[in-house]
């Protein structure tokens, strides 16, 4: 009996601090303490205890959702594949496992990606074709438009993902361009006689997220990685899945 009382304490209090909890706060520190190896108990259990109401009270725009569950996602791939690498080998099984804590549910990385991030498309149809009957938990968390630029944020444990930053809901946009800009400069292959560039398959992967063909050479064009004129080609580079993880880099301090 006794036990079970201070079970039922112990998740009222968790319960409070959720309530009045910030949670791109709560998720940059989980972030954090992930990439400085400091414990995350505390973070993890706040999020996992909260609400699906609460959540969407204080994740109550596009901006303070795409942070949180970008630093969520990106958290969570460190946490659950540092001490069990080997769960990485089946990787189609892996994103589809319920198996991150959060308002009382089980969440999978395909369900945070596609489902709330991505403002549940189906994950088949390449960002043009959305899912007809996404679950009541995905409408009422998931954001109200897609933006193209979490593809260059999301860390997925393979070598040719973005790497890690801590996002955070104030500096959102330019932390987001910062982070595309630097991706795309970095893994594109540019053949200026040929006139074609050799970049992220993951254009392929998500060509409606990018606006198609036309909105993935003004991508490129914006974050300086081909000129505007002549007309380049474009190709993707085939995508290399060696699981690395700890692949951290920080964001500028905006002036």
């Avoid at 791109?24 to 259990?45: G, H, K, R």
């Avoid at 959702?65 to 069990?84: C, E, G, T």
Wanted: aromatic share 12%; proline share 5%; with cysteine.
């Amino acid at each position: 009996m006794r036990l079970y009382s201070l079970t039922i304490l112990m998740l009222c209090i968790f319960q409070s601090i959720a309530a009045q909890s910030n949670f791109n706060t709560v998720s940059e520190q989980l972030l954090n303490a992930v990439m400085n190896n400091e414990p995350t108990q505390e973070y993890q259990d706040i999020i996992a205890n909260a609400t699906i109401e609460e959540m969407q009270s204080g994740l109550d725009s596009d901006t303070k959702k795409i942070a949180f569950w970008v630093n969520v996602y990106n958290a969570y791939i460190q946490i659950i594949l540092r001490p069990n690498p080997e769960m990485y080998e089946d990787k189609r099984g892996f994103f589809k496992i319920k198996q991150i804590p959060i308002a009382g549910m089980k969440l999978a990385f395909a369900d945070i990606e596609h489902g709330i991030i991505r403002s549940s498309q189906n994950e088949y149809f390449l960002g043009y074709i959305p899912k007809l009957f996404p679950p009541d938990y995905e409408k009422q968390l998931r954001v109200d438009k897609v933006d193209f630029r979490i593809h260059f944020a999301l860390n997925c444990g393979a070598k040719d993902c973005p790497p890690v930053a801590v996002y955070t809901d104030a500096n959102l946009d330019y932390e987001l361009d910062y982070m595309s800009k630097r991706y795309l400069q970095s893994y594109s292959e540019v053949d200026k006689s040929a006139k074609e560039v050799r970049t992220a398959q993951l254009f392929a992967w998500f060509r409606g997220d990018f606006g198609g063909s036309d909105g993935i050479r003004e991508i490129l064009v914006r974050y300086e990685v081909i000129p505007e004129s002549p007309r380049y080609r474009l190709n993707q580079k085939k995508y290399d899945w060696t699981l690395l993880l700890d692949n951290f880099v920080e964001i500028p301090v905006l002036n």
